[in-house]
């Protein structure tokens, strides 16, 4: 069992940044594939970020490409998302999860964290 905790979330100007963490607690953090998404409402939830287990490879979404960084330390078990050049559209519930079998874009992780809202004012 994992247990993921995010923080860091809050109000923020557009145009304006936020760093989200997600630590991670149970079993060995660096045997699993780290992903943020995000659900804004009355909206599906979607694919932001990933990262793999050394940290060596990330993926985005097109529409955050440039703007966010995921970022990852094991030794803290720890997983980030910079978030910069933020835009009204990013106002959302973000979520960390975790994967044990792959680097993925799709929902099939293993582990999933309470949330924490972004809100980004115009």
């Known amino acids: 069992q994992v247990q993921l905790v995010e923080s860091g979330g809050g109000l923020v100007q557009a145009g304006g940044s936020l760093r989200l963490s997600c630590a991670a607690s149970g079993r060995t953090f660096s045997d699993y594939a780290m992903g943020w998404f995000r659900q804004a409402p009355g909206k599906e939830r979607e694919f932001v970020a990933a990262?793999?287990?050394?940290?060596?490879?990330?993926y985005y979404a097109t529409s955050v490409k440039g703007r966010f960084t995921i970022s990852r330390d094991n030794t803290k078990n720890t997983v980030y998302l910079q978030m910069n050049s933020l835009k009204p559209e990013d106002t959302a519930v973000y979520y960390c999860?975790?994967?044990?079998?792959?680097?993925?874009?799709?929902?099939?992780?293993?582990?999933w964290g309470q949330g924490t809202q972004v809100t980004v004012s115009s």
């Open positions: 999860a975790a994967n044990s079998r792959s680097v993925s874009s799709s929902f099939d992780y293993d582990y």
């Open positions: 990262i793999s287990w050394s940290g060596a490879r990330t």
